[in-house]
């Protein structure tokens, strides 16, 4: 259990007008109690904006993911990665002095990029997704599931997202929505060819927890890879791995909203009920 005096928080907030004001409020109420704000070494770290505020947040702190917990705060309409509203501050605040530990946690995705030079090989953690696209021709990949070969992509490019991230640029390609106690990724194809020359799956797969996707690409100078929404040009990309990631993300639980609800609220209808 953490006491109030022992609680420390990071704020990450975003440039714009309600989020700076909400920041410059929530560090007022912050002030009338024991609770600290320290950027190096945070119990939780606090988003301030929306769900690209929160991403932003986890890469900031994603080599501290077993000593962190994550609580967003949107100043628009809730969204899958943020539980709390900018005008709900107060209540915030009686949460975090009351905070006894408590978690959710998601899976994420591990991503490992071999290139040309093996010096230059980089990894990666993402909680949305992980694309690969080639700018200016069709891409063409190998991929391979353990080590077995799976199929020959042509196309425009590979996505491989986690449960939650499954509800963002997975969906709008026809991929399943994954409720994130599922400890799984997804492959995606974008705008895959398929004639009686090339021929794909051309369904989104779900890869179990135990099992690993690898990409072989063809050799060019025009890949572009997204990592959440970090776009990061490669020239010299060779292969890349992804796999269900060792760490977890975990957020605070004081008000988790169901993952359900969430899906409801932002592609159906927004829910009236609190």
Known sequence: MLTPDKVKVSIVANDSIKSQRAQIR?????????????????????????????????????HMLSKVRFLGI??????????????????????????????????????????????????FLALNECTIRRVNKTMVADVF???DFFERFRGDG????????????????????IHPRINALQLTEI???????????????????????TMKLDEADDYLLSVDQLSIPQSSVKE???SVANERIKFTSYRHTHFWRRVKDAFIEESTEE
């Not at 929306?50 to 890469?59: I, M, N, P, R």
């Not at 709390?84 to 995705?109: K, Q």
């Open 240 to 242: 890349l791995t992804f």
């Open 145 to 147: 599931i353990k080590e």
């Open 158 to 177: 590979l996505s491989v997202a986690t449960p939650t991230g499954s509800t963002a640029y997975n969906k709008s390609m026809g991929g399943a929505i």
């Open 191 to 213: 705008a895959s060819l398929n004639n009686r020359v090339y021929r794909t799956l051309g369904s989104p797969l779900v890869i179990a927890s135990n099992e690993w996707i």
């Open 74 to 123: 949107h100043t628009g309409h809730l969204g899958f990665y943020t539980d709390w509203r900018d005008y709900e501050l107060e209540a915030l605040v009686e949460s975090l002095v009351a905070d006894e530990g408590e978690s959710v946690s998601y899976p994420l995705l591990d991503v490992y990029i071999e290139h040309k030079e093996a010096e230059k090989s980089r990894h």
């Open 26 to 62: 929530l560090k007022q109420l912050l002030a009338d109690t024991e609770i600290k704000i320290d950027e190096k070494e945070p119990d939780i770290v606090i988003s301030i904006g929306g769900d690209g505020t929160l991403l932003s947040a986890f890469h900031r702190y994603s």
